[in-house]
C-alpha cells in the first residue's frame, strides 16, 4: 500500500508564500500520479495542481497558474507545492493525492484512492 503525508500548512497574510510538503511512504515505486487539492469552507473539493511519474511539467487550475509551482524529489519520495502570492481565496484544508494507475485526467479526485489528512492554509487580508 501506498500512503501520504502532508506538513507545512499555516497562516499568512495577504501576498505571503508557503511550502507544502508531502510525504509518501510504502510501495512508492507504484505511484502513477500525485497530486493537491483543496476545499474551503462550505464550497467542493477542487483540483489545485497535478505531477505525473514520468512528467516533469505540472499541471495547474487556472486559479494558481503563474503562482502555484509543484515538483517532486524522488530520492525522499516528497510531492511540494510551492505557494507565492498567496491570496484569501486560496485559504482552504490542502489534501495530497495519489493514483497507482491511469487515470481519466489529473483533475479527476475520485480516481485517486489514497489521501492524506490534510494541512490547513489560512490566507489573511
Known amino acids: 500500500q501506498v500512503q501520504v503525508v502532508e506538513s507545512g500548512g499555516g497562516s499568512v497574510q495577504d501576498g505571503g508564500s508557503l511550502t507544502l510538503s508531502c510525504v509518501a511512504s510504502g510501495y512508492t515505486h507504484k505511484i502513477y500520479l500525485m497530486a493537491w487539492f483543496r476545499q474551503a469552507p462550505g464550497k467542493d473539493r477542487e483540483e489545485v495542481a497535478g505531477l505525473y511519474n514520468d512528467d516533469r511539467r505540472g499541471y495547474y487550475a487556472d486559479s494558481v497558474k503563474g503562482r502555484f509551482a509543484i515538483s517532486k524529489v524522488k530520492a525522499n519520495n516528497t510531492l511540494y507545492l510551492q505557494m507565492n502570492n498567496l491570496k484569501p481565496d486560496d485559504t482552504g484544508m490542502y489534501y495530497c493525492?495519489?493514483?497507482?494507475?491511469?487515470?481519466?485526467?489529473?483533475?479527476?479526485?475520485?480516481?485517486?484512492?489514497?489521501w492524506g489528512q490534510g494541512t490547513q492554509v489560512t490566507v489573511s487580508s
Open positions: 493525492a495519489a493514483a497507482l494507475a491511469q487515470v481519466r485526467g489529473w483533475r479527476v479526485a475520485d480516481d485517486y484512492p489514497i
